[in-house]
């Protein structure tokens, strides 16, 4: 496989990572309030990462601009996967807000 199959190879995973992460917080997130409570505080969830993404993008798409975007790409990628462990151990629909905002710091990047 030539190098720029490996690069849209990898591209290809962040979008699916992204896509499945939309996609699965959206089907598990009637069991998630049902188990750690706070309906009131259920739209949070989904509008914190929805404010900080959009957010951030500029910000981080200036700045992958001047210091490389490979750099950006793999640190998003360690930024998701670490708020995603995160998010798994919350213990109260605040604490998973919180943690899912962290989280989304690296939609943005």
Do not use: H, Q
Not at 16 to 44: H, R, S
Not at 76 to 83: A, Q
Request: contains cysteine.
């Amino acid at each position: 496989m030539s190098r720029l199959g490996f690069v849209v190879a990898g591209l290809l995973l962040g979008i699916l990572m992204a896509a499945m992460d939309n996609t699965i917080v959206a089907t598990a997130m009637g069991t998630i309030v049902a188990e750690l409570g706070g309906l009131d505080k259920f739209v949070w969830v989904t509008s914190a990462y929805m404010v900080a993404e959009m957010a951030g993008m500029p910000i981080f798409g200036k700045l992958s601009d001047m210091y490389g975007r490979k750099r950006f790409f793999v640190f998003s990628l360690i930024v998701f996967l670490l708020g995603s462990v995160l998010c798994g151990t919350a213990s109260s629909i605040l604490r998973r807000r919180c943690r899912r905002r962290f989280r989304t710091r690296s939609c943005g990047l």
